[in-house]
């Protein structure tokens, strides 16, 4: 990975984002980052956030953040505003929606009769789609218990997905670079040109989105997890979390103001 400074960010209009780790730091929204997500929307920078929080987190963050999108739940849907409105999609139909609701309880069921120390995540209320386990929020499960975890999500047919806070049971074929293409069409109503978009993040889930974008930077702390990234981002920012994010905007509103 090559440090951000420097870089030439020329020619992009668009920014996709993780949330946590990357736009937020240990879960919260600095005034400073919230203010970048600020002047970048000023400056005419379409934005989405990517995040494997909760669907109901991503309605949030469509309404009252200055973006574009939210993708919530690793790609499993999306919200976006339309004038006062805010709409709402998702990757799979209603039925295979609710075919995914039964493979999800089967899980529920196992993990909470064999793994006891498993919490389900404290967000898991406002999920819609998939299933969270707390591995790094609030929870230091063992690496033995979430070895055995994924082991259970994956038996069930359900793919696992691990994040610097949550390990999620994912029934359906969604990810984030799926989600942010999706979300970028239902809000925009144009394709998503992956070489215009530049995307920041910071943890495994966010490896679909390392593959899918052309530009991609990871914040500092992406180095805890590059033993398990199949794609690194290209780029790397000095500062960790949303200090990191801060750096990226700077660094994409300078290209403007010399482009
Ligand atoms: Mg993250």
Redesign the pocket.
């Known amino acids: 990975m090559r440090p951000l400074a420097g870089a030439s960010l020329a020619g992009i209009d668009g920014l996709a984002f993780?949330?946590?780790?990357?736009l937020t730091t240990r879960g919260a929204l600095s005034p400073d980052a919230y203010d970048a997500l600020a002047r970048l929307a000023a400056a005419g920078v379409r934005l989405v956030a990517l995040?494997?929080r909760p669907l109901g987190w991503a309605d949030a963050m469509a309404s009252m953040w200055p973006i574009t999108a939210a993708v919530g739940e690793n790609g499993a849907g999306w919200a976006w505003r339309e004038g006062h409105a805010l709409r709402i999609g998702y990757a799979d139909d209603p039925v295979t929606r609710a075919e995914q609701r039964d493979v999800l309880a089967a899980i529920r069921r196992e993990v909470h009769e064999r793994l006891p120390a498993i919490r389900e995540a404290c967000d898991q209320p406002a999920r819609r789609c998939d299933l969270a386990f707390d591995v790094g929020e609030r929870e230091r499960p063992s690496a033995a218990d979430v070895g055995a975890l994924v082991a259970i999500i994956e038996a069930h047919g359900a793919r696992a997905l691990v994040?610097?806070?949550h390990a999620h049971a994912v029934p359906g074929r969604w990810d984030k670079a799926r989600g942010a293409a999706s979300a970028v069409r239902d809000a925009l109503g144009e394709p998503l040109d992956p070489a215009r978009w530049l995307f920041v993040?910071?943890?495994p889930?966010?490896e679909a989105a390392f593959a899918f974008f052309t530009h991609t930077v990871g914040v500092a702390n992406v180095r805890e997890h590059l033993g398990a990234l199949r794609v690194a981002p290209a780029l790397v920012t000095d500062a960790e979390r949303g200090a990191g994010f801060v750096e990226v905007a700077e660094a994409l509103l300078r290209a403007r103001a010399d482009g």
């Open positions: 993780d949330v946590d780790d990357t995040t494997g994040s610097s806070v993040g910071d943890s889930n966010d």
